[in-house]
């Protein structure tokens, strides 16, 4: 499973930390990134990370955002500088997480249960 934590209020142009980390029994970590969800508006991608670190993120997000993993703790974080009202949105942790079962191996898309970010004066 995907815990987030990290969210909550704060002013135009602050900053926050989202961090989300995967628990179970994992064989290793694809892909993992941030999407978001904004009232009356469809899950869209914030930000990505691979397993060798190439990152992407979305136009809106270039420049204020930062992503990053520790592949030791099974996490990824989101680093939200310059904060604006339109980054106001539920946030959700992804990730594409492979498991071993004897010599059967699968690959599953797991979600994180969303963390409030609100960006308010």
């Known amino acids: 499973q995907l815990v987030e934590s990290g969210g909550g209020l704060v002013q135009p142009g602050g900053s926050l930390r989202l961090s989300c980390a995967a628990s179970g029994s994992i064989f290793s970590i694809g892909a993992m990134g941030w999407y978001r969800q904004a009232p009356g508006k469809q899950r869209g991608l914030v930000a990505s990370?691979?397993?060798?670190?190439?990152?992407n993120y979305a136009d809106s997000v270039k420049g204020r955002f930062t992503i990053s993993r520790d592949n030791a703790k099974n996490a990824v974080y989101l680093q939200m500088d310059s904060l604006k009202l339109e980054d106001t949105a539920v946030y959700y942790c992804?990730?594409?997480?492979?498991?071993?079962?004897?010599?059967?191996?699968?690959?599953?898309?797991?979600w994180g249960q969303g963390t409030q970010v609100t960006v308010s004066s």
């Open positions: 990370i691979t397993s060798d670190d190439n990152t």
């Open positions: 992804n990730a594409k997480i492979t498991h071993v079962i004897g010599t059967y191996s699968y690959t599953a898309n797991y």
